[in-house]
């Protein structure tokens, strides 16, 4: 349909109505009457005076329409007239025809049937559209956030006295000309006492009523009097949308809804994301139609979200962000284990170590005592003593505690602080975590032919801080010290494998047997020379990746690969596609380049690249890494292979350009087809499936320039992360064929549990047809059993989500499946089993700081282009926010009439009935 309605018929604008219905009735009484009268004998030209009349006749008929509805069709309304009389005079003369081999009365239905779909297809070529304007309200929604946290629940009796003077306005305790300034110095301890004594005696009786965080919430929303009632006077204008939120926002129907009490046993209000709250009015609100955002909270943000981020997109929508701070910024006496660092895994035989960070606020010169204990058995595992310095009342320290779990298992601890006398709440001193303790190691084996950059690297990492790899190096040319021949050191030259212990890395020579290859999960080859590479050793990599579902990581290099080796072993392997050469590749296609995402969508989401927990914040740090001067140029990437990154020279990227578009449209054709063709062309990170295994060419060997200005974190989690997608999650429970996992060891009562099990046969191929099943025990009572599905081309791996299980306790799952069983028969293992809980109270972030956050208040109002409201001020926010709902404004409603099913539905039955009549009349 054209996307401008207009009517194509030009008589209807230059004849009166009256004139138009006539002709249009006396035309097509003319086409049945022409019929009737034509005469005996061969004449010519009656047939054409038939197709005249009702052409006529069906060109007035449209010109008579375009009276009362649209005609949206691209086609001349004449043109149309004429091809539909045409029709109808064919489908006439197919009776004549027919009419001596079936009974007249079939043969009338049979035509009237073929003319009224013939009329049906002229309506759906007319486009026939009823154009109409409706009046509509345009919604403004003001968004009302209200922090239900625990936090919420507390009362502030240490407010100063700038503090207390304004809770007493907003209380109508003072009016507001009494609200006293502080002093140049920012000196406001005496503002009360400047007060007349009546006047002291009302602020010191408001104090003592020890109002709740959300009781003022309350008394801003719906109580009365001046800067009171907030939502009641929003709603006058805006419509105004209720959000209670903690760990995660909720939606409500009305202010009642969200004032009711919504903490329960799921540890929902145990949190608060002040970056959610902000983030679901962009979410779920049309960008116009929102005008602005009032947050009711202490600011305490802890989920360590950015919710400044959320502020700004706000912002960038015209939908500031007025904050109202409840709580005071004054500290009190409290002690509080406000973080501990400590691993949710380790491996057998590495020692836990757990850092704790303490608030110890109001008890200067004190000694106070912490314990680390294990909560399985209550024993204190050790203890140390914190000394207060004398002059500081806002102390914070770390401790650090230890220990050596000698079993696999999941062992619970605790840090506790000691209570003093007077502190807010003892709720927040003690933490407890869980952690697991495997032998689930992935198996590498890194090969290289000298130790380049990118060898040394992976090796530190790999051998020094990622404990959950068992690593195997070669160098085939190691640097070495030239020594008399007398005087070389004797060495037995050692060949790689992964049965030998851990923390046994170096060797000499590559596995020598398909045994041997196969007890690696992830093969990295380096610049290795095709003489190291032999075709054994090829075969043995490609059933690896081919059959036994091994990753296969190869990082091209400039003496040898893969340029130098002709072997149509690698050339199958690889997922791209080069030229062999004897020369070498020093130099890339260009001087220098930078890595790029986009417009390769796979690479912005795939789990390999992903180095931020956003796409955007991802992108953000691959697209700034310092630019780099070498690269492989491979010929192209197979089909069915995926460029997750490409090159890009620094100034192009600069630019955001990638390609320049012309007017014309063999230039966009062009442009697209070089979007289309750089990632291919410049291809730097490229996977493939290659049978049960995967393979990942890196055109590129500078990995290690992701340290850049940052340590080792990106460049691990980089390496982890491919480690993840070759070989599969790590898994904390099993033997060494079958093992069981789940995605964390606590939950609340809401959520779902997500168990994950890898199974692999004896020669460490997938197993890839089993049914297997979990079945979920607390204590000794089994609560039911689920169905675990293969993860299409994985490494054997099984996945389920499980529960939410809304009892407290510890729960075990137990696997099982006929092929698991007999794997572990053949083992001689047990059942394999993990386990979690399910708590009701978790860790007291919330309580950890109980002041109320004004930085983070100013930054969220900043970011978004609001303010921080005091509560003498909440009246300045009935029109702080724009247009509200009132206003309206006309739209234009179309309706089409020609594109609907039942216009589908009506010229199928008569299709269906004229072949039901023709069958029965004896027509074929």
Not at 152 to 163: T, Y
Not at 316 to 344: C, H, K, M, N, Q
Not at 537 to 562: K, N, S, T
Not at 624 to 632: A, G, I, M, V
Request: overall charge negative; charged content about 25%.
């Amino acid at each position: 349909m054209n996307n401008q309605l207009h009517s194509p018929g030009f008589l209807a604008d230059n004849l009166p109505a009256a004139v138009i219905v006539l002709l249009a009735v006396v035309f097509l009484a003319a086409w049945p009457l022409l019929h009737r009268l034509a005469p005996t004998g061969r004449r010519r030209l009656w047939p054409f005076l038939r197709w005249a009349a009702g052409s006529m006749g069906l060109w007035m008929l449209f010109q008579t329409l375009t009276l009362v509805i649209t005609l949206a069709t691209p086609w001349p309304l004449l043109g149309l007239a004429m091809l539909g009389a045409a029709a109808i005079e064919a489908v006439i003369a197919l009776y004549r025809f027919e009419r001596g081999a079936v009974k007249r009365e079939i043969g009338g239905y049979i035509t009237w049937l073929r003319i009224a779909a013939v009329g049906l297809v002229l309506v759906v070529l007319a486009e026939p559209v009823i154009a109409r304007f409706v009046v509509r309200r345009f919604e403004r929604h003001v968004v009302i956030l209200l922090d239900q946290s625990d936090s919420m629940q507390i009362d502030d009796p240490q407010r100063d006295g700038r503090e207390m003077l304004e809770l007493a306005v907003f209380f109508g305790v003072l009016g507001e000309s009494e609200l006293v300034e502080e002093d140049a110095s920012g000196n406001n301890g005496g503002l009360v006492e400047s007060l007349s004594y009546a006047k002291q005696e009302e602020v010191v009786r408001l104090k003592d009523r020890q109002i709740r965080r959300s009781d003022l919430a309350e008394e801003i929303l719906t109580g009365e009097g001046p800067n009171r009632g907030l939502a009641a006077a929003l709603a006058r204008n805006y419509s105004v949308r209720p959000i209670g939120f903690a760990a995660t926002p909720r939606s409500h129907e009305s202010i009642a809804g969200l004032e009711e009490n919504e903490q329960g046993d799921s540890g929902w209000s145990t949190l608060t994301d002040l970056a959610a709250a902000l983030e679901y009015p962009l979410e779920n609100i049309a960008a116009e139609q929102l005008a602005g955002v009032v947050l009711l909270s202490d600011c305490r943000d802890t989920a360590r979200g950015n919710a400044e981020a959320a502020a700004r997109l706000l912002g960038e929508r015209s939908a500031p962000v007025f904050p109202i701070l409840l709580g005071s910024t004054r500290t009190r006496r409290d002690l509080a284990v406000t973080y501990v660092d400590a691993p949710e895994d380790i491996y057998k035989g590495e020692r836990l170590r757990a850092e704790a960070s303490l608030k110890l606020y109001g008890v200067p010169g004190k000694t106070i005592r912490v314990r680390f204990m294990s909560e399985d058995n209550g024993t204190i595992i050790d203890e140390t003593t914190v000394s207060v310095p004398d002059d500081n009342e806002e102390y914070r320290t770390t401790v650090h505690f230890t220990d050596e779990p000698d079993e696999e298992g999941i062992y619970s601890y605790l840090i506790e602080i000691e209570s003093v006398e007077g502190q807010v709440s003892d709720e927040n001193n003690t933490w407890r975590f869980q952690t697991a303790v495997s032998e689930d190691r992935t198996n590498v084996l890194l090969v290289d032919n000298r130790p380049r950059w990118e060898f040394r690297y992976l090796r530190n990492l790999f051998y020094g801080r990622d404990k959950s790899v068992h690593l195997q190096y070669v160098i085939t040319t190691p640097d070495t010290i030239d020594f008399p021949d007398e005087d070389r050191p004797r060495h037995r030259p050692v060949t790689a494998s992964a049965s030998r212990p851990f923390g046994e890395a170096e060797a000499d020579r590559l596995p020598e047997t398909r045994e041997e290859w196969r007890k690696f999960d992830v093969i990295i080859l380096g610049d290795v020379p095709p003489g190291v590479l032999t075709r054994s050793a090829l075969e043995h990599i490609a059933y690896c990746v081919d059959e036994r579902g091994a990753a296969l990581v190869v990082i091209a290099g400039p003496d040898h690969m893969p340029h130098k080796f002709q072997s149509t072993i690698l050339k199958e392997l690889l997922p791209i596609v080069y030229t062999p050469t004897d020369r070498t590749h020093f130099t890339g296609p260009e001087p220098r380049f930078r890595l790029q995402l986009q417009p390769t969508m796979e690479g912005r989401v795939h789990p390999i690249m992903r180095l931020a927990p956003s796409a955007s914040g991802s992108e953000r740090i691959w697209n700034n890494l310092p630019d780099l001067q070498w690269r492989y140029d491979a010929d192209d990437v197979k089909p069915g292979a995926s460029v997750l990154a490409f090159a890009v020279p620094p100034e192009q990227m600069e630019e955001r350009d990638f390609v320049t578009v012309g007017d014309t449209t063999e230039d966009i054709a062009r442009s697209v087809r070089e979007t289309t063709e750089m990632p291919r062309r410049n291809s730097l990170i490229v996977k493939h499936q290659f049978g049960l295994g995967r393979v990942l060419m890196l055109n590129f060997d500078r990995t290690w320039r992701l340290r850049y200005r940052v340590g080792d974190t990106l460049h691990h989690r980089f390496w982890g992360q491919i480690m993840t997608w070759g070989a599969g999650e790590r898994l904390r429970s099993g033997s060494e064929f079958v093992r069981l996992g789940t995605d964390r060891l606590t939950y609340s009562p809401d959520d779902n549990v997500n168990v994950t099990a890898r199974i692999l046969n004896l020669d460490y191929s997938p197993v890839t047809d089993d049914s297997v099943r979990v079945t979920v025990f607390r204590e000794h009572d089994e609560i039911s059993t689920y169905s675990l599905r293969y993860r299409a081309d994985s490494q054997g791996m099984y996945d389920a989500q499980i529960g939410p299980f809304a009892e407290p306790g510890r729960y075990r799952i137990e696997l099982s499946g006929r092929t698991a069983d007999r794997i572990l028969e053949e083992e001689g293992a047990e059942r394999v089993e993990t386990g979690f809980q399910v708590a009701t109270t978790f860790n007291p972030v919330e309580l950890a700081e109980l002041t109320a956050d004004r930085e983070t208040a100013e930054r969220i109002a900043a970011a978004s282009g609001g303010e921080v409201v005091p509560l003498h001020r909440i009246d300045e926010l009935h029109d702080a926010f724009g247009p509200g709902t009132d206003e309206a404004e006309p739209e234009r409603a179309d309706i089409t009439l020609w594109d609907h099913w039942l216009m589908l539905l009506v010229l199928f039955s008569l299709f269906t009935t004229e072949w039901v009549l023709r069958r029965k009349g004896g027509l074929s």
